[in-house]
């Protein structure tokens, strides 16, 4: 079995506290109760693009462009207990939308602050590179579950083709 493909686009704006990030509680399906990036699987036929779009609109009622999206990178996530839940994510950020967040069936947006990341209402793994997709770094994480499928049992990144250690690219 092959990992489903994903997408999560990661909102941003400028708030009180300094930058803020939307996030969302799950009300549905994996990870209920968890707050969770906004996004989700790629239909049959769609592009990550089409994908992600459709997902914040669907999730958020917030409107974005694919021109306004900027690539973060990729997660691949992989639970040996529950292959079924194997998962290759496609991040991106994007700063230009339209649109107030709203509830949907699915997601209870809510907008934190980016140095406040509710980590322990979050799956275990974020904290392994959601704070580096926010800062600027960018690449692929391989996260591997460990068999309670909740915790992490190792995550690795690789920096972009070309990369130097340590560099930040520009969002």
């Known amino acids: ?8 686009c990661f909102l941003l704006r400028d708030g009180p506290a300094g930058e803020e990030v939307l996030l969302g509680l799950k009300k549905t399906g994996i990870g209920t109760g968890k707050v969770v990036g906004i996004g989700g699987h790629v239909e049959p036929g769609e592009s990550v693009v089409a994908a992600i779009c459709r997902e914040v609109a669907e999730e958020t009622c917030i409107t974005i462009e694919p021109m306004d999206l900027v690539p973060a990178g990729t997660v691949e996530f992989l639970f040996p207990a529950k292959p079924s839940w194997d998962m290759f994510t496609t991040v991106f950020l994007c700063r230009v939308f339209a649109g107030e967040a709203q509830e949907s ?3 209870s947006p809510q907008w934190y602050p980016v140095h406040e990341l509710p980590h322990e209402h979050m799956w275990a793994d974020a904290i392994h590179w959601l704070p580096a997709f926010l800062t600027g770094e960018r690449g692929h994480w391989r996260v591997e579950l460990n068999d309670d499928n909740e915790t992490v049992a190792s995550s690795v990144h690789t920096p972009p083709r070309g990369a130097v250690p340590g560099d930040h690219f520009g969002s």
């Open 1 to 8: 079995m092959s990992a489903a493909d994903v997408t999560l």
């Open 105 to 107: 069936e699915e997601i």
